[in-house]
């Protein structure tokens, strides 16, 4: 029965593959369309980490800070701009809000862009808004678009080939809008081979590369042993050699490696030193007390996630030591908590400085001093930003949705609670950006809007493709046409921000 | 006649020709599609120039010939795409060429201009469009008095198939199985089919497989969801931006509605299908080639005509024929109001008419009254006059049979069949046998063609494909899970849409179904001064133990929430859809105690209110199974409150027991309510397909249906692997399901071993595998053995290909 299971046109024997490279597929569909003649980029970077900041990231609260106006019953909301002082940072000439202490003496390593606009689409909307950053389209499409993590996977690779080479942590599945959130967290019509390796929770990551809950690593290895003899002796493997089962047991071989390698390590926080595992949660130490968030508005969530972004940071230094070549930490989008402030903006941004402010500065060191800083590109974004009054843009309002009191007289009215795109800060660290550098201008006044050095999101998209070395003009051929890496090709680097001249395209 | 009219200085600075013989297909080809067929090939001939041929472009157009053979520095092509002459440079649009590309033209002149004849950039005829009725060859000794072999007879003898064994019973009993309902054969059916000795046994497996209208429902459920884009959770739910058409679907399958049938219900539908046409009405702004209209317009020709609107819904198409005006005068059938035509997302302040796809398949009244122009457009798309329609279901139903369609790709259907008759024929039998879906997959799995072992595919799209019969598939998500829950017993334990399963059922099963429904229900003022407009009911029961399995259907008059030993599970529920609920990770052994919390706080007043909840509960403890209805033994409580922690005392509860017959009870659909208890009755356990999915389905490649998807990719991943290797969801299935054969087969390892081999692989261990399992099995017992057992089963490629 065995000869005859399936046709093949040659008379091909199986050979066991074993020396597959990691997510090296030969065929590499969606094709990918150079222009033939586009001049190699040299990468400025191996590595991207993302730092994402969801719900959208108020700027004057956090690194673009106005004057300060505390809290009094009676204020209006039109008076307060930013609910925190500023404090000096390691740059003349640029301050941060309070409660960025670390992350201010940090500034003096890369880049600070306070002049990110977003897009509208017509209505304020986490998902749709969080789909337009990671994939630079705005949705719907025609077509599934990759996220930006995906993008890199497939054109350049994993940089080490035991590790996957997009990397999601701190993103759950089961909250917020349900789908709409998981539709960006994807490789689209790339192919799932480039999709995220979730890590819904850093402290729990090094499940991800272990045997499954309840498997002891000795039952792990017996069940691989008793799988391989199973395999050599299985008739239907004798005959003929057939792609769907050698990419099968590809991936299998591919996967198994992951879990053996010595870099899956890299997964398991528990290695990490406790002084320095200190330093990225605040300083507990035990990580079963960073136990799994419970999404309620009463502040317990917040607690245990301030926790978790830093053990996402920390997670993504061990990861980017081990070569990863794409991480994304996020603070994860939870409608109306993190950074979502529809109400107690202050209060909550006390939370959400605190949660990021030291982990963030001790990534950016421990980086540098394992010498990586310099070929790895860190960025700080949000997919918006927020005002006490404006939503959306000044000329251009969108409707709102957070009622604003004409007087504030509870401190949950104290804060900026509606989504303002007009302005917005991001962050680049290391791998070929300027250091200590400022680019772009907001106003002082309301509207604290962009004035100068616009920044769009192809743009900046751009400016992480070429320093990773990839041409913003790339394009993926799917059903017959051109999808291009930056929305329609139309991505133009930075020049200002990058420490290295732009070669013409 | 007007040449080059370059100088000779500028003539030094063209490019030179490339080095070497230029192949017309690698070198030229490439270029001219993508640079000069815009305007100048596909039915287009700006300045008089066409190149559609060798002799169109000799002869140039109103500035003369394009090319002199042998002399490429004097050629006007070579001038004008050289860009040194700032008066004519051509490309018009688009990336002018680069030197490198300007050689190649150059040595290709100075060549001679070699050209194939086949190769042309003129308008592609179009394809599978119009009826044709064939008749197939006579019978061979050989092809046998199928049609389908009569027609590949023919094939086979040009292309070189040599005639083959058909898949021996074992391999292709299981074949047949996972294709029509998605399932393995038990190892008993897969035994009774062998010994058969009938000579007609397979025509009569494939019969009696396609008879089972339910699990045939099921399994192509997950077809038709990826093709019209339906799914439980999803983008656009959040506020009423989406529609399911799953019931309507459901009960589509298991009727066997005629294809043409469910067409005109999708095109022209009634409330529980308009959610195809509606698509997904996103929040906020959208491009203009993706509101609803334009959506369906895409949807509708993708599906059913199997031709892609996308590129021509911003421009007009650069791949293909179809014009951006075209696109929009399809939308304008669907839309409320005709839509002003946005290229490129910017407004041309122009209108387009109503028009079919084809107009020479027919017009439409351009109607005011969408009610009629969704009546007519359903109509010309399954008129007998359309032979498109059922070619691109036979089509997509060829490529999940065999792997690969008549026509690949398969939303290509302009493109001509690798064998045009076949096709034809098999959409001709398939309208003339009233468009029934069945009859066309008895036509297809009956041939020798569908017997043939299996092909090794190849990893890439091949250039040169010959049939030689079913490509090697790969199990999909659903049946992946479907499978290893049949030969373990586990599967979900309730699902996400709730449908009429009563609809195959006999009608006295029915009507018993239907008594089984009662109702509790309340009337009376609820007072706002005392803050108590929540109600709650109450049912408590004491297990001995926590069960085996428990789940209910609850469904109440307004919207509520359940509450399990004070818990809350699950979200807010809608009123009145009966919801199944799998209660037993909450319930213990001891009092326990669910609540439905009903009501939502009213913004005044009410006079008058009635509350109203039916309910019923499937407990599974120590093998007996029994029910919890709603007809005694609840209480009821009013407060004011959402928090189960500060209800009022107990003492302060009533008994209830007013029940209302379930006809008194309007807000209830009895029937829904009735079909979700008979699922449990009956089954207990559902199938991947009623599920949202979950990180394993992802992984293996169960779509998001945010876009119409007619094809998964089979390819295996990494990320697969690694979600295979020590993914939760498939952990806890296989460590249940170890639990399970365990309690099956407490004595007898060997059996259970069998059992295994038999029902996933559809035969008996080898001599070879018995001592793997034997020495393995030695040193591993218990449940942890049988689950390493089985997962290294579900990784075999002989498990997860279907040959």
Redesign the interface.
Known sequence: ?WS??????RRDFLKTTSAAV??A???G?PRRLD???TPKIEPAADRLIILWMAGGMAHTETFDPKRYTPFEKGIKPADVLSTFPSIPTAVDGIRFSAGLENMAKVMDRGTLIRSYTAG??????H??HQYQWHTGY???????APHLGAVIARTLGPLNPAL?AFINIGQR?DVG????L??FT?AGFL???Y?P??IPFPEQAA?????????TPG?FQ??ER??R???A?????QH??????E??????D???R??QSPAAKAFDLSLEPESSLRQYTGGITDLSKISEAKQTRDGTYEKSTVGRFGLGCLLARRLAEAGARFIEVTTEYIPFLNWDTHENGHEKLVHMKQAIDAPIARLILDLEERGLLDRTLVVLASEFSRDSLVEGKPEKKVKDQVDVPDTINDIKHYGMHRHFTDAGCVLLWGGGVKKGYLHGLTAEERPCKTLRDRVVIEDLHATIYYLMGISPQLAYEV???PFYVTRDGLGQPIQAIMAKPVRAA | MVWAALSPEQRQQLPPPAAGKVDFTKDIQPILQISCAQCHGRGKDKGGFKIDTREDFLRGGDSGPAARPGDSAGSLVIEMVSGLDPDNIMPKKG?RL?P?QVGLLRAWIDQGMEWPKEITFARQPLHNLHPRRVEPPPPTPRSGAHPVDRWLEDYYAKHGVAP??V??D??WARRVYLDVLGVLPTPEELEAFVADRRSDKRVRLVQRLLQDNHRYAEHWLSFWNDLLRN?Y???G??DGGRKQITAWLYSALVTNMPYDRMVRQLLNPPPEAEGFLKG?V??????S??TPAM?AA?NVSQVFMGV?L??A?CHDS??NDYTLAGTYALANVFSEEPLEIFECDKPTGRKAGYAFLYPELGTLTPSTNRQERLREVAALMTSERNGRLPRTLVNRLWARFFGRGLVEPV?DMDAPAWHPELLDWLAEDFVAHGYDIKHLMTTIMTSRAYQ??????????EAHYVF??PL???LTAEQFRDVLGEITGVGYTSPQPTVDWLLPEPSELQTQRLQQVTVLQWTNTLETATNRWMSWFVREWVLASPPAEAQAVLAANVEWKLYINGKAVGDTRPAATPVVVDLAPHLRGGLNVLAMRVGKKPEKPPVETNRSVAAWVRLKTEGTVWALDTKREWKLVHAGTNDWGSLPAVEEWQMLSTHATSSEARWLNERQFAAAVHSLERWGRYRAAWVAAD?LA??L?RP?R??VCTGR??????????E?????A??ALL?QGAEELKARFPHAPETLIRTVYRHALGRAP?A??W???RE?FK??KGR?GIE??L???A????F??I?
């Open positions: 029965m005859s299971l399936i046709q093949t046109s990691l997510g597929l030969a065929a569909f222009g033939g003649d509208d689409l017509g209505f304020i909307l998902s749709r705005a949705p719907p499409q025609t077509v599934a996957p599945f809008e349900g789908e709409e998981k539709a994807t192919g799932s081979e999709g390796f979730n499940r991800a590369i272990q045997p499954p809950e309840g498997m039952r017996n069940r008793f799988y003899r199973l395999l002796r299985n008739p239907v493997m003929g050699s057939e792609y769907q089962r990419s099968l047991l590809r991936a299998v591919n996967a198994h992951l879990l059903e017959k046409r | 990336k680069t490198q083959v064994a898949a021996p074992r391999v799914d959770k999803g983008t739910y959040i997904i996103w929040r906020g702004a959208v491009n080639s993706q959506q895409q892609n996308k590129c819904s650069f791949i939303d043939r072992p299996a092909v090794a595919g190849a990893e890439a799209p030689r019969g090697v598939r790969r990180s992802v992984a490649n998001n945010e876009q990719p089979s390819q295996a991943t990494t990320l697969q692997a690694l295979l290797a020590n993914g939760k498939l952990s460590r080898t070879g595998e001592a793997v399992i393995y040193e591993n942890e390493d057992f997962w290294s089963i990784m075999l490629p002989e997860q290909m040959y």
